[in-house]
């Protein structure tokens, strides 16, 4: 790196340009970083789907219910090796905003199924015994300033007419991984069962099943379709990545949107900066000509810059990861219900960075060509 | 001795042979330097004069390696260039030219120190004996005191001595120098000549320089004229003899 000081002084020799360059390229980046967290957080469901989980839903649709009895009977199929069943629970906690996930709970075979989410022995132990109890996330309970013991009320007008349903909180739940679920509140199905219209009555909204091993998969699901095919409630068993991937396509084709507009990031990265570096090389043709003349050689020169672009790219990718980094989680705080939650990770850090190194090496790719193989008597003419 | 009749002895440090260049230029073909012969000895100081158009900078990009001709030959201490690939040529210009340009074409983002340690980059020495070359080529054109000014914080005659700095730091085997003293006054073209007789006369470095001035071109030890493609000596051409012929 002899030409470091050549390198270094290019760089800063415009530097309102340059700050303006690096600018772009940081804003653009924290834009492509948000669009990637954006989309991990809803294909996280589907990243964190435990391999040897299956979830039955019925084959009519996600809001269809199935017969409680089911659970006993798919215990029974060779290969499975818990089940346990969840409803949607759908109220409001003060406020529509205030959104997070509610889900009727089996408080006897939630844990087999669901080790990843940790509560203490003895809150769980106590929402067993609490009819009325529930289980908050720990990312829920600190956003409500919840504590265990509280009294939460939640309103519901999914199962007959609106009404306010009152739970004693018993304990909060954290998840074994960093970017786990912890957002979500859990009620007792006992409750549940007592208080909705006789025809939820005995009901699940989904089961889950835990397998023995994972290569059962196909040939458990086709057994659990298989005996239920022409009953009345007829099911579609899955796994549960696949059941998370189709739930995340609720929202819309996500992962399309969140490419188009990434590319169009990057396409726009791409011309910010090869524009600057094209009009940099372009104003020091001479300087250039100069260099070769004296003897650096055509790839030195090409070297030169490149490694120019890289510093730009580099600079504004270490910003734009930066600003990226401190404002995903205020972003993150105030769409809270809106949209799950944002994390930003190492890895999609690290890909920040590659990504920015990238962009400087393809934009600074065609104006050192040029620089390359410019004849230094036709640029010194050109003075 | 500088001779232009192609009849040298074989060991002078530039010979030049049968050297023709050809430009095209919207389908015409130009024809600037025709079949030139030149013998340079070692420590020589030549100025090249003609009128605009007659292909002098030609010639001077040909001898530095930064053209190549459409005929004949040019053997610098023993290589022959003309057929060197365009990468052998970078290194033997790094080796052996030193350019000295009339616009200086310094860096302007680097130190005068900056821009004559340049072409030391290039080479295998590390950074304590590059600063003593370094030093040494500033102090030998006056400007160690102003080896941290930037280009814009020098006089025009002062840029011009950090080119020639730059030129000499690495020892080359001769100097090219093109119009040297045209954007400088009269006082600083003093200065500059006064110079590059110096390192002729004290160094024993060859120099070949082109030059609109005749006051500049005096100074040489032999100033040739480019006519109608060839070189002729000023003492001839006053004779009326062109290129072994007579006007």
Redesign the interface.
């Given at each position: 790196m002899?030409?470091r000081?050549?390198i270094f002084?290019?760089l800063?020799?415009k530097k309102i340009r340059l700050i303006l360059t690096i600018g772009s390229f940081a804003i653009s980046l924290v834009l492509f970083t948000f669009l990637a967290v954006v989309n991990s957080a809803f294909n996280r469901g589907i990243d964190i789907a435990g391999a040897d989980r299956l979830v039955i839903v019925s084959r009519v649709g996600l809001m269809q219910v199935m017969p409680i009895s089911y659970a006993d009977q798919v215990a029974a199929i060779p290969g499975v090796k818990s089940v346990t069943h969840d409803h949607w629970f759908g109220g409001v906690y003060q406020e529509e905003k205030n959104f997070f996930p509610q889900f009727v709970i089996d408080p006897e075979n939630h844990r087999k199924v669901y080790p990843e989410f940790i509560v203490p022995d003895d809150q769980w132990n106590t929402f067993v015994k609490d009819q009325q109890g529930a289980i908050a996330g720990a990312k829920t309970a600190k956003r409500f300033g919840w504590k265990v013991g509280d009294r939460i009320p939640i309103k519901n007008s999914l199962y007959g007419p609106t009404k306010t349903w009152e739970f004693n909180l018993d304990g909060i739940y954290h998840t074994e991984k960093a970017d786990g679920d912890e957002g979500q509140f859990w009620l007792q199905w006992k409750n549940f069962d007592e208080n909705v219209p006789a025809v939820l009555k005995s009901t699940a909204g989904w089961y889950i099943l835990k397998l023995d091993t994972p290569d059962d998969a196909v040939r458990v699901a086709k057994a659990i379709d298989a005996k239920y095919a022409n009953s009345s409630f007829e099911t579609k068993t899955e796994t549960e990545s696949a059941f998370a991937a189709g739930f995340a396509k609720q929202f819309g084709n996500i992962e399309f949107l969140i490419l188009s507009v990434g590319s169009v990031v990057f396409f726009t990265l791409l011309l910010v900066t090869g524009n600057t570096m094209a009009i940099s090389v372009r104003e020091r043709t001479?300087?250039l000509?100069?260099?070769?003349?004296?003897?650096?050689?055509?790839r030195s020169v090409l070297f030169l810059v490149l490694a120019e672009s890289m510093m730009i790219a580099l600079f504004g990718g270490l910003l734009g990861l930066l600003l990226a980094w401190a404002a995903i989680p205020v972003i993150s705080a105030a769409v809270t219900g809106l949209l799950p939650p944002l994390l930003l990770s190492k890895t999609m850090l690290s890909f920040g960075l590659v990504f920015a190194v990238f962009v400087g090496v393809v934009s600074g790719l065609i104006p050192g060509i040029g620089a390359m193989r410019m004849r230094?008597?036709n640029a010194?003419r050109r003075? | 001795m500088i001779r232009v009749d192609g009849q040298g002895n074989g060991k002078s440090l530039i010979q030049v042979r049968g050297l023709s260049k050809t430009y095209r230029r919207g389908g015409e073909e130009i024809q600037v330097l025709q079949r030139l012969n030149l013998d340079v000895d070692k420590g020589d100081f030549v100025g090249f004069m003609g009128p605009s158009g007659s292909g002098k900078t030609t010639l001077l990009n040909l001898l530095g390696g930064l053209d190549v001709p459409t005929q004949g030959s040019i053997t610098v201490d023993g290589d022959e260039i003309t057929h060197m690939s365009g990468s052998k040529l970078t290194k033997w210009r790094a080796r052996h030219v030193g350019f000295i340009f009339q616009m200086y074409n310094l860096i302007p983002v680097l130190t005068a120190y900056q821009n004559v340690e340049l072409p030391l980059l290039l080479t295998k020495l590390s950074g304590s004996e590059r600063r003593k070359h370094v030093e040494t080529a500033l102090s030998v054109v006056g400007l160690t005191d102003r080896m941290n000014h930037y280009p814009r914080q020098l006089s025009g005659g002062q840029e011009q001595r950090v080119t020639i700095a730059r030129a000499i730091v690495s020892d080359p085997t001769f100097l090219l120098c093109d119009e040297p003293t045209g954007d400088l006054d009269r006082k600083s073209a003093d200065e500059i000549m006064a110079l590059i007789e110096e390192l002729v006369a004290k160094h024993g470095k060859t120099v070949l320089m082109v030059t609109h001035d005749p006051v500049v071109a005096a100074r040489a030890h032999t100033t040739l004229h480019l006519e109608k493609g060839v070189l002729v000596e000023a003492s001839k051409l006053e004779q009326g003899v062109v290129a072994g012929g007579v006007r």
């Open positions: 002899k030409f000081s050549l002084a290019n800063f020799r001479a300087e000509a100069v260099l070769k003349a004296i003897g650096v050689t055509d230094v008597v010194l003075v | -």
